[in-house]
């Protein structure tokens, strides 16, 4: 199954929720933000969205700094 992930295609194998899939491919998830389909989603929904062919993720890090 293919999605789109900032702008790159990337494969799915099976089905997965958006949390599995952003658990899997990172370390630490804290200070992401996630738009799906055009939509920021919150975090708390994340195990409630399974990814489907042809969705859009684009994944966000907000970092501090000065």
């Known amino acids: 199954m293919g999605i789109t992930v900032n702008g790159q295609p990337a494969e ?9 899939y952003l658990t899997k491919k990172m370390d630490d998830l804290s200070g992401i933000i996630v ?3 055009g939509q920021i ?3 708390d929904q994340w195990a409630t969205i399974t990814l489907q062919e042809k969705d ?4 966000l890090r907000f970092v501090g700094g000065g």
Do not use: F, H, P
């Open 35 to 37: 738009e799906y389909n």
């Open 56 to 59: 859009n993720l684009e994944v």
């Open 12 to 20: 799915l194998t099976g089905t997965q929720t958006l949390s599995a």
């Open 41 to 43: 989603i919150k975090q």
